[in-house]
Structures are given as structure tokens and as C-alpha cells.
Nanobody, 122 residues
Framework: QVQLVESGGGLVQTGGSLRLSCAASGRSFDTYAMGWFRQAPGKEREFVATISGSGRSTYYEDFMKGRFTISRDNAKNTVYLQMDSLKPEDTAVYYC???????????????WGQGTQVTVSS
């Protein structure tokens, strides 16, 4: 069983930055691929980025590339999402997820966090 707790959300102006954190409990954190998703009001939840257990491989949704960076610290059981050049359309609840597979995490992760709100003002 893995429990995920996100933090770091908040209100930021257009062009600003935020770093989201997701702390995981449970064993063998480095055996899980980790991912970030987001859900804007009135829209379906969408994939943002994922990182392999070792941290050596990352994958981003196309429109995130160059603005968002996913990373992890396995010693701290934590995954991060650095978000730069934020836009109002990035406003959403951001969710952390965990899965044993880097291939399936973007479709149906095994575990979800409760989400953290990010609001970008224009």
C-alpha cells in the first residue's frame, strides 16, 4: 500500500513558478514509477508527466515540455513537479500518482494522492 500526499500548490501570477511535492509512504519507493496529472474545472483529468523508479527516464505531455520538470529524491520518498512560466490555463487540481509500471501509469495508476490546487491569475 502506498499513500501519497501532495503539497506546494497555491496562487501565482502568470509567468510565475511553483514547485509541487508529493511525499510517499510505504516501502520500496524506488520500485514505483511516479506521475503527475491535473484536472481543470469542467474538464477530465489529464496526464502531465511521469518518471521512472530510478529517475533516469522521464516523459512529458507535449504541451508541458520546456515549462515543467519532474524529478524525484528516492532518499526522501518524494517526487517533485517544477512548474515555470505558468499560464492561466494551467489552473487545475494537480494529482500525484504511483504505479509499478512506467508504461501503464499514464492510463490507470495504482495509487492517487488527494490533489493540490494550483491557480494562475492573469
Amino acid at each position: 500500500q502506498v499513500q501519497l500526499v501532495e503539497s506546494g500548490g497555491g496562487l501565482v501570477q502568470t509567468g510565475g513558478s511553483l514547485r509541487l511535492s508529493c511525499a510517499a509512504s510505504g516501502r520500496s519507493f524506488d520500485t514505483y514509477a511516479m506521475g503527475w496529472f491535473r484536472q481543470a474545472p469542467g474538464k477530465e483529468r489529464e496526464f502531465v508527466a511521469t518518471i521512472s523508479g530510478s529517475g533516469r527516464s522521464t516523459y512529458y505531455e507535449d504541451f508541458m515540455k520546456g515549462r515543467f520538470t519532474i524529478s524525484r529524491d528516492n532518499a526522501k520518498n518524494t517526487v517533485y513537479l517544477q512548474m515555470d512560466s505558468l499560464k492561466p490555463e494551467d489552473t487545475a487540481v494537480y494529482y500525484c500518482a504511483a504505479d509499478k509500471s512506467t508504461y501503464t501509469i499514464r492510463y490507470n495508476p495504482d495509487y492517487w494522492g488527494q490533489g493540490t490546487q494550483v491557480t494562475v491569475s492573469s
